[in-house]
């Protein structure tokens, strides 16, 4: 059975692109090697991310993410297991979402709205980021979206 932790974090300085490339891509050679997936959104200064994996390896990463100085207030939202990936053809998928409030993609309205209450506490349930996580799929795969797979930060 594999391991999901979701977390939240807040950014420390400035997040530029560069900087975000330089995470996904040491996140996507060393998790390819340890057989993690997952998602790492951003938007505003605040951090999202779900690994999954085996449970120690997991455990294991979160720690040394938690220590890393490019952010702060670490804290674990979600944890549990679960039969199947939710990300199984991603090493490090990546989304950036705007602060645009009426965006005219109503899946990304909503992903925006679910990402605002995660960022604040206003959800702990466990079918609330099983859901959040479904739609983030749904809206990576769609063409023409950025996720670390399709694009390089050319």
């Known amino acids: 059975m594999l ?32 057989e ?9 200064d605040f951090f999202l991310q779900i690994l ?16 890393d100085t490019r952010h702060e207030n670490v804290e674990i939202l979600h944890e549990g297991h679960s039969e199947e990936r939710l990300f199984t053809k991603w090493d ?7 602060s645009e409030e009426d965006s005219p993609d109503k899946d990304l309205s909503l992903i925006n709205y ?10 702990n349930e466990s079918f609330t980021y099983r859901v959040f996580w479904y739609n983030i799929k749904q809206l990576i795969s769609k063409e023409g979206f950025y996720s670390w797979e399709k694009s390089n930060f050319a």
């Open 3 to 34: 391991c999901q932790i979701t977390y939240r974090s807040e950014a420390v300085g400035d997040v530029t692109d560069s900087k975000i490339s330089d995470i996904l891509e040491v996140s996507k050679h060393n998790n390819s090697k340890l």
């Open 36 to 44: 993690i997936t997952g998602c790492l959104i951003y938007k505003e």
């Open 52 to 67: 999954e994996g085996e449970e120690e390896v997991i455990r294991k990463l979160y720690f040394t993410i938690k220590g």
């Open 92 to 98: 490090m998928a990546y989304a950036k979402l705007s």
């Open 114 to 123: 679910e990402f605002d209450r995660l960022k604040n506490h206003q959800a």
